[in-house]
């Protein structure tokens, strides 16, 4: 009997070792290897109006539930791009100091421009764009080199959420039936003018092929026309001479009272018999529950290439 119990304790100690020894090298593998921390950063262009950024702030609050609900995503915030803060510097360094592997960045905007395709990977140290780096410097936005791993996700225009959109906003400002064209006013880059032109041809074509609409034009209220009502009023002007009414649509992220009044509102003003001829309502693209789905959907599918991809790397060092 003591035989058998000393067996029994002798191959429980083997046991115990070889059990060990099969684990050491994964548990060595944890404690050099972070835990995987997933954030995301939903950054806009930034503006000087509250009731722009009250806008962008509120699509965080709306979205940050769905996007955290299974508790892969620990936290969601709101960063400016210029103008004011919480800038994407002040952001990243938030991340950074509660020790996330991994942002997920959400560009709120609609097409490729400087500040998409330069500016926002300049500012995290994705790349060092010459251009970009002097404007920022000019401009005072921070660059901050982020530790943690940085994920930039598509445009609105990688879906037809702004097509929808603004056939939505036409329907519900022109009456059911009616023949009266349309002005797309947008902001615009003077560096990417044939992918904004084609996003704007393929809006208008959109709402001509949903509504009774035949004529459409667009314009540039900012970055090309360098805030200017005179492009408002062109544009306004290139429908009516072939309809007695235009409506016009602001193509821009949120209402911005030096845009859709003072801008925009200025170029109507200078239309000849405006009060008649010109539908407008100073809105803008948001809010949208169709872009708030973009979000969490978008956040979902890199979310998982970064799960995926981080089980590849744990797979591969493992064995």
Known sequence: MRYRTLQQTTFAILLSAVLFACTSPKESHSDSTPQQKIGVLLVNHGSHSPTWRKALTDLDSVVRGRIMEDGTIQDVKTAFMEYTEPSIATRMRQFDSAGYTDVIIVPIFLTVSSHSFDDIPT??????????????????????????????????????????????????????????????????????NT?????????????????????????????????????????????????????????????????????????????????????????????????????????????????TSESSVAHEEIN
């Open 123 to 192: 500012i995290i140290g994705q790349k060092e764009d010459p251009q970009s780096m002097e404007t920022l410097k000019i401009e005072n936005i921070e660059r901050y080199q982020a530790k943690a791993k940085t994920h930039i996700t598509p445009l609105l225009d990688f879906t037809n959420i702004l097509q929808k959109n603004v056939l939505r906003r036409y329907k519900n400002l022109v009456p059911s039936d009616s023949n009266i064209g349309l002005a797309l006013i947008a902001y615009g880059d003077a560096g990417y």
């Open 195 to 307: 992918e904004w032109s084609a996003l704007m041809d393929s809006v208008g074509q959109y709402v001509a092929r949903n509504t009774n609409m035949t004529h459409y034009s667009y314009n540039w209220c900012g970055h090309i026309a360098h805030y200017n009502p005179d492009s408002t009023t062109i544009a306004i002007n290139q429908v009516l001479e072939r309809e007695e009414k235009s409506a016009v649509i602001p193509v821009l992220v949120a209402h911005d009272e030096m845009f859709q009044v003072k801008i925009i509102g200025n170029g109507i003003n200078k239309v000849s018999n405006y009060e008649q001829r010109v539908l407008y309502k100073p809105d803008a693209i948001l809010p949208d529950p169709n872009i708030e789905d973009w979000v969490v959907n978008i956040v979902e599918e890199f979310k998982a290439n970064i799960n």
